[in-house]
């Protein structure tokens, strides 16, 4: 931008609604939560086969599986591999749902996981880390920036590795207390009020 003679510019990232997505110190059930819409960039078919793998160790756990379906061939695909892999009573597509009722499913679950092929500021991720939900996330986008410390990141497409991780949340309690730490540690610092505040003194000097 320099090069081209453009200066003053204010870079800013996604928001949060902390009046909506924070730590309601709510019981942590065995159970992980995926918030995307269902598309293929978001890889779920990765997801399906790790949460399965992860099964094997922990049978009683559940994966709840939030975002917008779309009723297509790829939705069908997943609905296979569920049926094929026999975890249809541990997986659920709640399709889209209110931010309150996320927020609420988050702070009851042990950890929140984003298997995107690709990714940019996903804001799943703050809301994750404003409610204190520990991370396993790909390493795109800007995920292992805004998270680090609240989780654990994956490279994309590694079953074994998201495997891994689920188990290490699952067994390493003390491990994902920590990453709720950090988690809390990072509160507020993508609330709109701020970030609307941030934005307003750097126009006010312009």
């Known amino acids: 931008l320099k090069s081209k003679n453009i200066h003053n510019v204010i870079n800013h990232y996604n928001g949060v ?3 909506i997505f924070f730590n309601m110190n709510l019981q942590r059930k065995d159970f992980f939560v ?3 819409n269902i598309r293929r960039i978001k890889d779920i078919e990765t997801l399906i086969d790790s ?6 160790t922990y049978d009683h756990y ?9 009723f297509d061939d790829y939705f069908n ?13 541990s997986v ?3 399709n889209s749902l209110t931010h309150k009722e996320i927020s609420k499913i988050l702070n009851k679950s042990k950890a929140c996981l984003l298997t995107s092929e690709s990714e940019g500021f996903p804001k799943v991720i703050i809301e994750s880390i404003s409610t204190e939900t520990p991370i396993i996330a790909s390493d795109v986008g800007n995920i292992s ?3 680090s410390g609240c989780g654990l990141i994956v490279q994309k497409g590694d ?5 891994n991780a689920m188990i290490n949340i699952a067994e390493n309690d003390n491990f994902r207390k920590k990453c709720m730490h950090n988690c809390k540690k990072k509160f507020g610092l993508y609330d709109w009020t701020n970030l609307v505040k941030i934005i307003d003194n750097e126009y006010s000097k312009t």
Do not use: M, W
Request: charged fraction near 25%; charge should be positive; proline fraction near 0%.
């Open 62 to 70: 559940k994966l709840v599986i939030i975002g917008k379906i779309y």
């Open 34 to 36: 995926s918030i995307s």
């Open 145 to 147: 920036n805004i998270s």
């Open 77 to 89: 695909l997943l609905k296979k591999k569920v049926d094929k892999l026999n975890i249809a009573e």
């Open 51 to 56: 949460f399965a793998s992860f099964l094997k």
């Open 159 to 163: 079953i074994i590795g998201f495997t």
């Open 92 to 94: 659920s597509f709640t």
């Open 17 to 19: 609604d902390n009046e």
